[in-house]
């Protein structure tokens, strides 16, 4: 290995030089960068020699979760809103019946049909 600081501090330290550490509740920065450590790394390697370190840094990443991920509201709302959507589809011919049903004019005097245009009767008998 060469005879930087870094490299010096490696052979004091050991693997507490690529590890951060807690002081009094508070994280430390590692003694050594990434940038140090991949540095001697590739020296240690270009010579020949093993990395000791390898279990160490830079380390095996943790698993990825395969949890699904949550989502959006209307995404977990979008099945119960269909059914809902079709009950009332069903319901619609009626619906549309009564609605239909509604805009007729009903118990309009005999003279006011002979005598108004349906504009007015209408005007006269919803109060518009």
Known sequence: MSTTSAARVLEKLGEAALKRFRVDGKWKKAPLSARQIAKLRKECLLLGGEWPYEHVWPGTKKPVSQKKP???????????????IEENMK??????????????????????????????IRQKYRGK
Do not use: C, F
């Open 70 to 84: 949550k989502g959006h509201k209307w995404e977990a709302e979008k099945v119960e809103r269909q059914k809902k």
């Open 91 to 120: 319901q619609m011919p009626k619906r549309i019946a009564e609605y239909k049903e509604s805009l007729k004019l009903k118990n309009v005097s005999l003279l006011d049909q002979l005598t108004l245009m349906p504009k007015q």
